[in-house]
């Protein structure tokens, strides 16, 4: 796996992530699995300087993005310029080492 | 479901409590609430203690059991009750629930954290583990980071600037100086936290737009409330408070499956519940504890229960409304912002600051002829949320 799932309702197309068993929408139980876009647009950010235990830098930027076929999720964004509306690239790449073990998730250029 | 009364409060002042356990700090809380109603031998028939993180912060579970063992109020029933920053309100809600079922008629309700046990940064990683694990807390994010996505977004919306935090800062520390229970006893300045050009010296930037200012302290503290029925209440010593109303309301887990992030609908929703339980509107409230974790939550939260217009919640601020001899006084405690936020004691501490001030008890930051006070218990980043309305007895 190099992206997140997200879920697409089967009944009434609402598209979710993380994972639920139950449409937010519908309360239908069947989803159709689709990834992210390459492309998205920040639809908000914060440069963060207290990290938590185990992430030894400062000034990460966390951000909510929203992709092209509407799945929106959380991820690093790798700009020294965010801004709302930004148009971003899609990556994949270890965010967090836990317990010794590399974490993958979603960053973006 | 009868009537439930606030018979005893009991609170230990909240700091950094090196030569206190959880625990420690539990048995003075619950013991000061039995003392001050003046139970006496009078049996406990239940005891909730709000906690949100004992296991991973002290290294201790069971802590309800170890409470009423050290209270020595066997065999009594015992629970930890955990819902996060809101686990006070909920252990409140869940005491209020017993006793106006006729199922206890005695429940003493204790809520506590000991956070300074671990540094900082564990603080930040033990607290940040509410977020959802694969789509949040993997990234880094942490309370001040979900607070920081919201303010921005809040602000833009509705034009709040970083003056309008600073002051929620400064009304707050300045409550917190006429509160012996309160962590931080510091009078701050809008030249030192905002205006000087060297001020970010003193408020560095903690989750941008929110500033170390804008963010509460991590506390230790307990604080406890003894509820019981009017009937016993006219045995004891105080004068009763009546919890007159209660609502819960959830939310997504995540900000970013909400169709619009800047609306809090639980704390809207909770609101309204907790307002119509008491057939009152939030007009008729005489003072309010909002849970200040973050500056912009004050505001946000002030405007979502009802008590101003969105957007105008700011200019009440700016205009003096919210300070102790204003129209509406919010936080006279201080807030999180000052009395600080031992996670698991906030929701029961807002309770005691209320129950003192309808008491007429609360010396110099009291509110003047408080008669109706509300609470609001904020979970998660918004996603499990308490308010309470709380009456003086006639």
């Known amino acids: 796996m190099n992206t997140i799932t997200a879920y697409k309702c089967t009944n009434c197309s609402h598209v979710m992530f993380p994972r639920h068993e139950r449409c937010l929408n519908c309360n239908e139980r069947e989803f159709e699995e689709i990834e992210p876009t390459k492309k998205g647009k920040l639809l908000t950010y914060t440069v963060v300087n207290e990290l938590p235990w185990g992430i030894d830098e400062r000034g990460r930027v966390i951000g909510v993005v929203e992709f092209e076929n509407g799945i929106r999720a959380l991820g690093l964004i790798k700009s020294d310029d965010p801004k709302i509306g930004m148009n971003l690239t899609t990556d994949w790449g270890v965010v967090r080492v836990i317990g010794g073990l590399e974490t993958y998730g979603l960053t973006f250029h | ?394």
């Not at chain 2, 046990?117 to 694990?133: F, L, S």
């Not at chain 2, 929110?210 to 302290?217: A, Q, R």
């Not at chain 2, 957007?311 to 102790?324: D, R, V």
């Open chain 2, 1 to 394: 479901m009868r009537p439930v009364v606030i018979s005893g409060v009991g609170m230990v002042p909240f700091e950094r409590r090196d030569e206190d356990s959880l625990v420690d700090m539990l048995a003075a809380a619950g013991l000061g609430a039995m003392d001050d109603a003046g139970l006496g031998d009078r049996p406990v028939d239940a005891v909730y203690v709000g906690n949100m993180a004992s296991g991973l912060f002290n290294h201790q579970v069971s802590v309800a059991s170890a409470l009423v063992d050290r209270l020595n109020l066997m065999p009594a029933a015992a629970d930890r009750i955990e819902n996060g920053p809101a686990s006070g309100g909920s252990a409140i809600k869940n005491g209020l629930l017993a006793v106006a079922s006729g199922y206890h008629d005695v429940v003493l309700v204790v809520g506590g954290e000991k956070m300074r046990e671990v540094v900082g940064p564990r603080a930040t990683d033990i607290v940040a583990c509410m977020t959802h694990p694969t789509a949040e807390y993997i990234y880094g994010v942490t309370l001040p980071a979900m607070a920081g996505m919201f303010a921005r977004l809040y602000m833009d919306k509705y034009g709040i600037t970083r003056k309008h935090l600073a002051q929620v800062s400064i009304k707050n520390q300045n409550n917190g100086l006429l509160n012996p229970y309160a962590h931080i006893q510091m009078k701050i300045t809008m030249e030192g936290i905002l205006t000087h050009p060297q001020a970010h010296i003193n408020n560095p930037v903690v989750a941008d737009p929110l500033h170390l200012y804008d963010c509460c302290p991590v506390s230790d503290g307990a604080a406890a409330v003894l509820l019981t029925t009017t009937e016993l209440a006219k045995e004891l010593n105080k004068p009763a408070v009546e919890i007159a109303g209660v609502g819960q309301a959830t939310d997504t887990h995540t900000l970013q499956e909400r169709s619009d992030p800047t609306d809090l609908k639980a704390v809207t929703i909770a609101a309204e519940r907790a307002f119509s339980m008491a057939g009152i509107q939030p007009g008729d409230i005489d003072v309010a504890e909002l849970h200040d974790a973050f500056t912009i939550l004050e505001i946000a939260e002030s405007e979502h229960v009802g008590f101003f217009e969105k957007g105008e919640g700011a200019k009440a601020l700016e205009s003096g409304e919210t300070q102790i001899d204003g129209k509406l006084p919010i936080n006279p405690s201080g807030g999180l912002k000052a009395r600080g936020h031992p996670v698991g004691a906030t929701g029961v501490a807002q309770a005691v600051e209320l129950v003192w001030q309808l008491r007429g008890e609360a010396g110099e930051r009291q509110v003047k002829d408080a008669a109706n006070g509300f609470s609001l218990n904020f979970g998660g980043f918004g996603n499990n949320v308490l308010a309470f309305v709380f009456r003086r007895e006639a």
